[in-house]
């Protein structure tokens, strides 16, 4: 079935018809509501604090720091569109390395001991711009993401891979030109690596930050532990041996920074990569034998979905005394559209397997599930922006039947920076605003130019990186 633009679908009955045709099944209220009594707009209580509505910004990296790892004018700019957006919590900001090997790209921000001045005020810059706008941020909770890239850094050239890999990897090491002798990361390197993210944990504290996020989705090194199955030693193997680096991060901050708030991003579950097959469409590399091990929340097909493991590490969570919990999924480096469900992908991956709402309602349901099975945890639901003009339906559904505590906006909110003040207010959503999940956002970067909504944020549009990259998707 030729897949249908969600902007044809024009009323609720048509996508109620189209989805049924898709045999997807997602939350939807027909009318959504606005003001103080809205389902959206209702506090969240954490602990002492107290959360003023129901909308997250997701993290969003910009690959726009400078190499030393400080934010710049581009940083800043999105910085004050997240204050801006009128979503009470800020989940991470953006990816921030724990060092400098740990970077993803050379232009991410670092958390040391020379830059948590401007991380400070890069936090108060949003705070400032959301107090100008809606009065007050006392319900504002505002969280850092600290990373490592691990498989995936390149952190001095755009271009080169320096991978700190947790264990040899069947499919990615081929797929990213790793040479069978590439080391793999020592106990000792991996101590020295939680010790990064308890003192980026001390510095998020000092420079303000109400939470860290200590990442463990999208193929970076905290969600490569997970799938460590066949690691050796004590950080590999046994769940209770993957789910170490967490536990040992964990007690160093709260030794160390009594008082953070703790959070997770994590991808509950994953799938084998995928490749491109002879008609461009995603198709699962091949892999030998029927049995997938590498998949975290995988059923060992690589293709379907077990939360035995997402749900024992809900547990640890909860034992760990941390409430905070984003849901996302695999990894934008090895299958996208599991985890940024997108209509025009970037010219180097492949196109879209499914249809796209297939991979926004498997995230939302997915969330749903690990919520309604361990429901005393605060639930981010991610992979919303595919579902455009009815962002809204489906986010209020949502929340009012608690599948999850907060909608999360990641694409959206770089395209239509106050989309949450509008829905909460009632106006009219901006249809020249919304994301239509084109991938310049992703493609711009991976071609080694800053990341922004090109298209549709008149700034990006008048940058000269804007032809560059009609120029590269003309070409592929
Ligand atoms: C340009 C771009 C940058 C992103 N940066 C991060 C990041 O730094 N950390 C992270 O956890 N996720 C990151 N993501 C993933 C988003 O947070 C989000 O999970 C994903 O885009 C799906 O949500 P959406 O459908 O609302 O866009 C990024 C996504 C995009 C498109
Ligand atoms: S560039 Fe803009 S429209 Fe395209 S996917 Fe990113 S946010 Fe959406």
Known sequence: MAIRRVSTLKTAADLSTYLDALGVSLPFDETVQSGTDAPLAQRCVLGKRTIGNRFA???????????????????????????????????????????PEGRSNPNELMILEETVGELAKLRKLLVQTHEERFGSSDDLFVGLQISHAGRFAHPYDKKRLEPRILYHHPILDRKFGLPSNTPVMTDTEIFNSINDFIKASVRAQQAGFDFVDIKHCHGYLGHEFLSAVDRTGCYGGSFENRTRFLREVVAGIRAEAPGLDIGVRFSAFDFIPFEPGEDGRGKPTPIDGDSYLYAFGSDGSGLGIDLTEPLAFLDLLMKLDIQLVCISAGSPYYNFHIQRPALFPSPDDYLPPEDPLVGVARLINIAAQLKRQRPQLIYVSSGYSYLQEWLPNVAQQVVRTGQADFVGIGRMSLSYPDIVADILTGRQLRRKSICRTCSDCTTAPRNGMVSGCYPLDRFYRNRPEFKQLRKIKSTK
Not at 68 to 73: A, D, H, K, V
Not at 82 to 91: E, T
Request: glycine share 16%; hydrophobic share 35%; net charge positive.
């Open 57 to 99: 910004v997701l993290p969003m990296e910009g690959w726009d720091g400078t190499t030393n790892g400080r934010p710049t004018e581009l940083t800043k700019k999105r910085w004050r569109c997240f204050g801006v957006s009128g979503a009470k919590l800020i989940w991470g900001g953006e990816a921030v390395a724990v060092c």
